[in-house]
């Protein structure tokens, strides 16, 4: 075998490895990650004064994100939770849909919320209504979180102004309202078919554990107090989105490099996007609806023990990604491509499916393959590249598997074992990626 063969070996020996020892063994998936992506290093033939550094510069790159979100994002949704908010919302949601269609809700609402924002921060936002849904249709959590995730990745993976597909759009020098447009065309019939569609075949079929401990940190249970008023509630969740969004359009609304430009990318930042939505929530949630500043603290301090296994596990996902990279395993994947001679459109949605393979980031994997095939596609004069910015997000989408943070935070919120996850969040994943391709290809046979 070539080294570059043998290190492509070494990887997949690697991740089987790691499914077994946590889904069979049972062994602590932190501790089974981080040994796993050391010893890949190893074998993979990494400087050994170097692979140490590589994973905690994975990890460290990983958390310095998704802590400040999931911490933020838990704080907001523990305040909607003991408000009743998130009970007013899922009330007003059953109430419009009907009990048997709030898949359909789920859906819907994810597509809006998450338009201008990160994945992540979208589901740290909407899985308080998720479980307050669920708990008063008596539906599985998997009916009502499915088409939540569905709707939250089709937007994140495919549509402008996600970082990404905003990249992709500036490599393969697409025009952006037409690429929203194909985006939103291919987009919406996706995550009805990954969605709604798919959680109702596959939610029965899936039994979870009657007690999930994450789930009472995002339920109320006293039926007789008075809720928030729907709109405030609304609005309190909704402004994050609307800073984000501020920050998106900061050029539009002010000049570049003014002092007020400034401030709306500030505010635009999820992370500050998310402060002030916390902070905002204290009193519209919280001192308004009669709570004392110590029963806020009380509040935001339990709410995050339970947290911290997701965190960790999501630092140690980012980990095996970095070790996946600087051992060479991902430019070993890529290589694989250069063998087919193939379309710039399916050679964009292979090289991002084999990127999101290997480093388990659906951001990276479209980066780096719009980066690869856009001067290809700009010398063979291919005359739509809007669909190639959605087939190239559709490539990204796929498999998501041990190596993305995703995965793991799906795991633990929906309290799955790991192979209830591959059945259930990776097959969505690969339905999304599949389904948006045959969609992108059928638009560009006809136009």
């Excluded at 070996?9 to 790691?18: E, S």
């Excluded at 029963?295 to 596990?313: N, S, V």
Aim: aromatic share 8%; charged share 10%.
């Amino acid at each position: 075998m070539t080294p570059g063969t043998l290190l492509l070996v070494y990887a997949a020996v690697a991740i089987i490895a790691l499914v077994l020892l946590i889904a069979r063994y049972k062994l602590n998936p932190f501790i089974t990650l981080t040994i796993v992506s050391l010893g890949l290093a190893l074998v993979a033939g990494m400087p050994a004064k170097d692979i140490v550094a590589s994973y905690e510069g994975g990890v460290g790159k990983t958390l310095g994100h998704i802590a400040l979100i999931v911490a933020l994002g838990t704080m907001l949704g523990k305040m909607m939770a003991e408000s009743g908010g998130a009970e007013q919302i899922a009330r007003t949601l059953i109430a419009r849909f009907g009990e048997k269609n709030v898949h359909w809700a789920m859906v819907c609402i994810a597509f809006l919320v998450g338009l201008p924002i990160f994945f992540e921060v979208g589901f740290v936002l909407l899985v308080p209504i998720a479980f307050n849904v669920a708990r008063r249709t008596g539906t599985s959590m998997l009916l009502v979180g499915l088409p939540m995730v569905a709707g939250l990745s089709v937007v994140h993976g495919l549509v402008p102004p996600h970082p990404a597909a905003m990249i992709a759009v500036g490599e393969y020098h697409a025009d952006v309202g037409r690429t929203i447009f194909y985006a939103l065309l291919v987009g919406i019939p996706t995550a009805i078919i990954a969605g709604p569609l798919f959680a109702k075949f596959i939610a029965p079929r899936i039994t979870l554990p009657a007690v999930n401990p994450l789930e009472a940190q995002f339920i109320q249970q006293d039926e007789a107090r008075v809720l928030p008023g729907f709109g405030i509630t609304l609005l309190t969740i909704l402004l994050p989105v609307i800073l984000m969004l501020l920050g998106g359009w900061a050029d539009v609304l002010a000049t570049p490099g003014s002092h007020l430009n400034n401030l709306f990318r500030f505010i635009g930042n999820s992370v500050v996007a998310l402060l002030v939505a916390t902070l905002v929530s204290f009193y519209t949630l919280g001192l308004a609806r009669g709570f004392s500043r110590e029963t806020i603290l009380k509040f935001t301090q339990e709410c995050l023990a339970p947290t911290a296994g997701i965190t960790l596990l999501v630092g140690a996902g980012g980990g095996l990604n970095r070790i996946l990279v600087d051992s060479g395993v991902a430019k070993e994947i890529v290589g694989l491509s250069a063998v087919f001679h193939l379309s710039p459109l399916m050679l964009g949605w292979i090289l991002a499916a084999l990127m999101r393979v290997a480093t388990g980031s659906a951001t990276v994997a479209m980066s780096t393959a719009a980066g690869i095939v856009a001067p290809i596609a700009l010398a063979s004069g291919y005359p739509h590249p809007e669909l190639l910015v959605i087939a190239t997000g559709a490539g990204s989408l796929i498999l998501s598997h041990v190596n993305d943070g995703g995965f793991w935070l799906i795991k633990e919120y929906f309290n799955m074992t790991v192979a209830q996850t591959f059945k259930t969040w990776t097959v969505l994943e690969t339905i999304i990626s599949v389904v948006a391709l045959g969609l992108v290809s059928l638009i560009a046979a006809v136009i």
